[in-house]
Structures are given as structure tokens and as C-alpha cells.
């Protein structure tokens, strides 16, 4: 299986920061690479597609990287609904894998 | 609008079968192009890959959980459904279902999910 490795696990911002935070693939995934956000009781959310791609609906803040099998996502002027667990998945072959997510906290 | 809706039992005690069905609005079970997946994630940790359904009945098991699940597809419901054999206190989680876009060489996601449904393995 591929192993999907994020850092930090966590990290406190202020709304307003900029903030990036990584995935690491532990074989070559291409750039076929997702990011979601989850809250709290709620199902994750998808934001970014293969890679950089950003979704339909998902604000302009967000964006996604990738050099190699590092991939980044950034937010930029974080704001209040920001604060959340954002988790990567490789969909480069299957089975699918995820991160073990990095959690967004009010500084 | 695509929605999927999970439902089935809460609680299922140790060694028996757990059932969920994940009901499709919006889209078809048939349909090109997508994957029908399960996803669980216990509380508090991340989120594992169960499987998933392609349309014609292939399917993909997480090699971890293989020897214990099954995905199905109800055609004439619209719905797919997961079952998972044997639970243990591990296999307490929150269940979400989900449909894996599949656009070859321009990659593959999930969108959208359930909203998610905990099954608790207790006695």
C-alpha cells in the first residue's frame, strides 16, 4: 500500500495567516493526489483534485502544489471556517490511502 | 444534485454481520465513469478506504479488510450496499459512502459523500 505521510499533524493559526501544510506519498503517486477537509461531525469535503485542481465552490484561498511525491496545500488569510482536519489520499492505484490528517486550530 | 444517504443498525454485536446500503439521489448506480465507495473512520482518527463498486459489479477490497466485506448494487433501488463480516470492537467507526469520480489520466476523487453513519460493535 502507498503510505500517505502529512506534517504537522497540527499547527494554531490566527485568522488571517497564511498557512501550508504537506503530504508525502512514500512511492510515486504522480499528481494524483486530493485534499479534503473535514469538521467536526461532518463528512470531509473535497477541495482540490489531482493535485491543484480546485473544486468547484472551494474559495480561491485554497490552493495546491506538488514537487515529486511532496505535495502542499496552502491556504491563504485564513478565516474562521478554515479551522478544520484536512487529510490528502493518493488515488494513484488502489487500495486508496489517506493521511492521517492535520488539524487547523485557533491560535 | 448528487446525494448519498447512508442507513442500517447502529449497534451489532461481536462476531455478527454488520449492514449498511447507501441510497443514491441525483445520479445512477449504473452510470459510467464513477466508482460507489465505502469509508470508515473510527472516532477521533483518520480515514480508512474500505472498497469500492464499478458499474457492471467489479469491485476493489481494501486487502486488509478482503476476507471480510462485501459490495453490492441494488440497480433497481439505486443503492449499493456494504457488509462486513465477523465485527470486532475494531470495526467501530463512522461509515460513509461515497462516489469515486473516475476520469483516467485526469485522476479520480471523492465527491460527494454521505453524511456518515456510526456503527458501534459492542454486546
Known amino acids: 500500500d502507498i503510505q500517505m505521510t502529512q506534517s504537522p499533524s497540527s499547527l494554531s493559526a490566527s485568522v488571517g495567516d497564511r498557512v501550508a501544510f504537506t503530504c508525502r506519498a512514500s512511492q510515486f503517486i504522480s499528481n494524483y493526489l486530493n485534499w479534503y477537509q473535514q469538521k467536526p461531525g461532518k463528512a470531509p469535503k473535497l477541495l482540490i483534485y489531482t493535485a491543484s485542481k480546485l473544486q468547484n465552490g472551494v474559495p480561491s484561498r485554497f490552493s495546491g502544489s506538488a514537487s515529486g511525491t511532496e505535495f502542499t496545500l496552502s491556504i491563504t488569510s485564513l478565516q474562521p471556517e478554515d479551522f478544520a482536519t484536512y487529510y490528502c489520499q493518493q488515488s494513484y492505484t488502489a487500495p486508496r490511502t489517506f493521511g492521517q490528517g492535520t488539524k487547523v486550530e485557533i491560535k | 444534485q448528487v446525494q448519498l444517504q447512508e442507513s442500517g443498525p447502529g449497534l451489532v454485536k461481536p462476531s455478527e454481520i454488520l449492514s449498511l446500503t447507501c441510497s443514491v439521489s441525483g445520479d445512477s448506480v449504473t452510470r459510467g465513469d464513477y466508482y460507489w465507495s465505502w469509508i470508515r473512520q473510527p472516532a477521533g482518527k483518520g480515514l480508512e478506504w474500505i472498497g469500492r463498486l464499478y458499474t457492471g459489479g467489479s469491485t476493489d477490497y481494501n486487502p486488509s479488510l478482503k476476507s471480510r466485506v462485501t459490495i453490492s448494487v441494488d440497480a433497481s433501488k439505486n443503492l449499493f450496499s456494504l457488509t462486513v463480516k465477523s465485527v470486532t470492537a475494531a470495526d467501530t467507526a463512522t461509515y460513509y459512502c461515497?462516489?469515486?469520480?473516475?476520469?483516467?489520466?485526469?485522476?479520480?476523487?471523492?465527491?460527494?459523500w454521505g453524511q456518515g453513519t456510526l456503527v458501534v460493535v459492542s454486546s
Open positions: 461515497a462516489r469515486e469520480r473516475d476520469l483516467g489520466f485526469e485522476g479520480n476523487w471523492f465527491d460527494p
